[in-house]
């Protein structure tokens, strides 16, 4: 199954029995004990004397309005609760696929998702992304509520109404537990908190791994511009736009991509750290003090360098793989785009040191810490110059389209083509060019975009992959360019 870049649709359950949008009246599952039955609270009483509460921001006068003619921001709780995958966050863990997960991962044999041995591994495993582990457990059930990617409602509770609120810009955020999802760099940090994964998070360890992996979660393969145009928004943006479509696109791309690869490298670092400082510690005491972390971490590695069919692949043989495993082609796939010309030599030659020594056969980890925080320092960098850089012009945009044409992935594994597909796609969409929407939907099926099978998501890995579906998408945008430019 694939996840992350796919986990947004506009088909998601119903809160049925949670919200009722006849009375505006929200019930949670409270677990607060979690040996007692469950039953039936009121958000309200649940959260009256809690620091972090939603009640307000869901009043009818606030964000939790039902008229479909009232504001967006009017109606933004009210479209989170029926639409946002996030309000159904912790219910998808109560299934039995879930159980069968935890079960698998705690080598226990819980049989119901009522069971409190279930529910317990949840709170250390789960909660911090399914749900936000700062409030009462009694309000798990509303998944990764609004504060989750909003920050505390403590925070905001005196000011974002206030007349002078707005008028100061970003400056705002400043010093403030408010979180700035305005910004589309700060929106991916957030999103990549979750969807790429930290270990030193207030909300604890959030991090799949390859034992939560093998237990049945899916990979973490997440694309920012794609999820931003598959969100069912709950917001305006600044121009005004109130439709899922994302203004300059490629922009969208570059930022999310830097954004979320200097996060991915950051874990990768934190990772390295927890066996380097586990190390010094046995050597100390001469011996094991039981809290090693496996090393290297093989999350870090494209999964298809193991995970592969059997069946002879011609494209397979024809790049030459030598059968090493690969540091994350998902993550790093096209990255160099999001660099300016003058800039690409330097980002190449990091980017390097820091593959060369994850994919030599036992990769040191004080290298790799030293390498990513090489890495990671470049990142942040570009990412603070593009965020105020202008916009992308259309002359440009070609030249970069024309270029991504002309090198189609040498290793068309599945991590680096589709890749190279999302980009493509994203500078197609700015420029405007008419390609086949059947076409690109064809290509999305085949590489296992999306599937769903009335509510239920069902999401398959690319075990019969072929790269050359992509040709005649790639041919068909040359084209169209070549047209324009006659």
């Not at 933004?76 to 109560?94: C, E, F, N, S, V």
């Not at 007349?163 to 940090?189: P, V, Y």
Request: aromatic share 8%.
């Amino acid at each position: 199954m694939l996840i992350a870049m796919f986990a947004c649709s506009f088909d998601w359950l119903a809160l049925k029995g949670v919200y009722s949008s006849s009375n505006s009246e929200i019930y949670v599952t409270k677990r607060v004990d979690l040996d007692q039955p469950v039953q039936q609270t009121d958000l309200t009483e649940a959260n009256s004397s809690a620091k972090l509460s939603i009640v307000g921001c869901m009043a009818t006068s606030c964000h939790g309005s039902n008229n479909p003619q009232a504001l967006t921001w009017q109606r933004a709780g009210t479209i989170w609760l029926q639409k946002d995958p996030h309000a159904t966050a912790y219910i998808r863990l109560l299934t039995e696929e879930s159980l069968a997960i935890v079960n698998r991962l705690t080598n226990a044999s819980w049989s119901s998702t009522d069971s409190s041995g279930f529910l317990y591994a949840l709170e250390q495993k789960c909660v911090s992304c399914h749900a936000n582990s700062l409030s009462s457990t009694s309000n798990r059930i509303l998944g990764a509520d609004c504060q989750v990617c909003h920050g505390p409602a403590s925070a905001w509770k005196d000011q974002h109404y206030s007349s002078t609120w707005k008028s100061q810009g970003s400056r705002r955020f400043d010093n403030s537990e408010m979180l700035n999802t305005e910004s589309i760099a700060s929106r991916a940090a957030i999103c990549a908190s979750c969807h790429i994964g930290e270990l030193n998070s207030e909300h604890g360890v959030r991090e799949v791994n390859h034992e939560l992996m093998a237990a049945g979660h899916p990979p973490m393969h997440f694309d920012f511009s794609t999820f931003m145009n598959r969100y069912p928004r709950h917001w305006d943006e600044p121009d005004g736009s109130t439709d899922n479509s994302v203004p300059q696109e490629f922009r969208t791309w570059k930022l999310g991509k830097l954004a979320l690869t200097a996060e991915r490298v950051k874990l990768l670092s934190d990772r390295a750290t927890d066996v380097e400082q586990s190390l010094t510690r046995q050597r100390d005491s001469l011996n094991s003090d039981g809290d090693n972390r496996p090393w290297p971490e093989l999350t870090e590695y494209s999964c298809y360098s193991c995970h592969h069919s059997l069946q002879d692949a011609k494209w397979r043989r024809s790049v030459g793989n030598k059968g090493q495993y690969e540091w994350d082609a998902w993550t790093t796939a096209e990255l160099e785009l999001a660099f300016p010309r003058e800039k690409q030599v330097e980002f190449r030659a990091c980017l390097q040191t820091l593959q060369n020594e994850l994919e030599s056969p036992l990769p040191q980890p004080k290298t790799v810490i030293n390498a990513a925080v090489d890495f990671h320092v470049l990142l942040e960098r570009e990412l603070a110059v593009a965020i105020n850089a202008p916009m992308e012009d259309p002359a440009s945009m070609r030249q970069a389209l024309l270029g991504l044409l002309d090198r189609f992935p040498k290793q068309p594994t599945w991590e680096a083509v589709v890749p190279w597909f999302i980009v493509t796609r994203a500078l197609v969409s700015d420029l405007k060019l008419p390609v086949d929407k059947k076409l690109i939907a064809n290509i999305e099926k085949q590489i296992g975009y999306q599937s769903y099978v009335g509510t239920e998501i069902r999401v398959d890995g690319p075990k019969d992959f072929d790269p050359w579906i992509f040709e005649e998408y790639r041919s068909t945008v040359l084209e169209l360019m070549n047209s324009r430019q006659k």
